[in-house]
């Protein structure tokens, strides 16, 4: 199988080539724009974000095999010029999860009402992290990428890239509430749940 790097290389001597980088990420990119800015303005950051991408093929790093930390770093720095569209996503999300959540009169009314309240006070918390640290966060929650996929995609070591999501954990810890999951990582640097005693 051919891997990104394959393709870039071979997409700076027959450009057409570019359109399987395209059809390979595409998706994942406008997912991530949309989570953070709405559909909107995912259709314009999807497409500068390839733009972007085949007008600096040279900058793409070959010790790499996957675009993907390359590309979610051209996507937010893109996202950075609608902050004003995430800005308002967020608060609306802050201010109608509540009411959305009372729509239903059916059974589960009490854990609708529980996740929006939840994804109410994640709004509020999101909207006033610092939006390095909330940049850092949504590529590694969102983009799914590891701490050094990150570090790649912002350009800063890996060091960095940890400092900015502890931080931007404690700001979770403390906006969230009294109760926050106990968290650990597993073998993989993911967040996972630590065992509760029954």
Request: glycine letters at 6%.
């Amino acid at each position: 199988m051919n891997t990104d790097r394959d393709i870039i290389r071979r997409s700076r001597d027959r450009p057409a080539e570019f359109a399987a980088l395209y059809d390979r990420h595409a998706s994942v990119i406008y997912r991530y724009a949309a989570r953070r800015a709405g559909d909107f303005v995912a259709d314009d950051v999807t497409s500068e974000t390839f733009l972007v991408a085949f007008e600096c093929l040279d900058s793409f790093d070959e010790r790499r095999e996957d675009a993907r930390p390359w590309l979610f770093g051209i996507a937010t720095n893109l996202l950075r010029r609608h902050h004003r569209a995430e800005a308002r996503l967020l608060k609306a999300a802050a201010r109608s999860a509540p009411r959305e959540a009372g729509a239903d009169s059916t059974e589960g009314i009490a854990a609708q009402v529980d996740a929006a309240a939840a994804m109410a006070k994640l709004a509020k918390c999101l909207k006033a992290m610092p939006a390095i640290d909330r940049d850092t966060l949504l590529l590694y929650a969102w983009a799914d990428l590891s701490y050094e996929g990150i570090a790649d995609a912002m350009g800063v070591p890996v060091g960095t890239v940890r400092s900015r999501l502890n931080r931007a954990r404690r700001i979770l810890r403390t906006g969230l509430g009294p109760e926050p999951l106990d968290e650990t990582e597993n073998e993989h640097g993911r967040l996972a749940a630590a065992p509760r005693d029954a």
